[in-house]
């Protein structure tokens, strides 16, 4: 209990240090901390400080937990337990971890096989999640093509067990965890009765209650060109989420090689440079901007525009940009 109070104090005193321009609206917080292998800022603006320090303390705890569970490259977690024996025997897991793999099979079938939690055998080869980047030839590729297929992934949720139809298989979750995140952060500051706030990780922000006008907008750039405007976004109770070809990229032979993986042929997807989405709370689809990255900017719209409410926009590899139907309307 008593490193508890420690924690809200300390909490406290980071809100407390925030300039007088913010004490005299909503404050806010940041920690600073490694997410699946990754540096990651988490950022909360609040209506008062408890609030503010209880509400960062919740979300720190919960990503930290979830990269607990999830991390493909964590000893013990679930994700490394069915990567290694997943296609041995039946692995039984929890309904967190049944309803992950259930969303990510919708998503396969809306977006007919282009998202496919199974090019993690990909990613292997290219280093990802190692820290040991390369690139893969074109026979080892081959060799790994027969393992990716997310129709391999059999769910039986009566016996609460998954099983791999092949052994190799591979799964991660890292597209699927900030959106999640967001999920379950609602509902566990919605049981501490917090209605209003702006929580940041990384580039994806969450939306609960209504903000101050200096909160109510967000600025969306050109990826790796901070100086390059490319167009606001009014925030609304909801989700914006972003994926771009820079985040968790590396650059090898003249080559910028990032996660967003063909599932067909195992290269980079080309299809946009930068995906900004929007999703209300209790979206008809929830669906992961970088999902989007997978996608022709055409097929993508035609998606988001089947979600009332969502709103994306999306910057292609020729730099010309793409609205939803939602987001060329005005607010």
Known sequence: MLLKKVSIFYLLFICAS?????????????????????????TVWAEDQVICATALQISVAELK?????????????????????????PIKVNAETRRLLQ????????????????????????GFGQSDFRLPTYLHMRQIMPLVNYKLIAVYPKDKTVLFRKDGVQIDFDILLVSHAFNRLQLLL??????????????????????????????????????????????????????????????????????YLDAKAGKPAKHCQQATLYLPLQAKLDIPAGVLMLLPPKESLQ?????PQAKCLLLDYQSRLHYSVEWKNPE
């Open 65 to 89: 937990r979830l990269e607990q569970a999830y991390s493909a490259i964590r000893q013990g977690s679930v994700v490394n337990q069915l990567n290694q024996f997943g296609g041995e025997r």
């Open 190 to 259: 919605k049981k501490k009765k917090i209605k209003s706030l702006r929580l940041q990780i990384g580039k994806n922000t969450m939306v609960l209650g209504n903000l101050p006008e200096k909160l109510s907008s967000l600025e969306i750039h050109t990826p790796g060109k901070k100086a390059e405007l490319l167009a606001r976004l009014l925030l609304r109770p909801g989700k914006v989420l972003q994926a771009d070809v820079y985040t968790r990229a590396f650059q090898k032979e003249g080559k910028r090689i990032h996660p």
């Open 18 to 42: 925030a300039s007088s321009a913010w004490s005299q609206s909503w404050s806010h917080a940041t920690k600073r901390l490694q997410w699946l292998g990754a540096p990651m800022n988490v």
């Open 103 to 126: 969303w990510a099979e919708t998503l396969s079938e809306k977006t007919k096989g282009a998202f496919d939690i199974t090019t993690t055998s990909y990613k292997w080869q290219y």
């Open 303 to 307: 998606l988001i525009d089947s979600i």
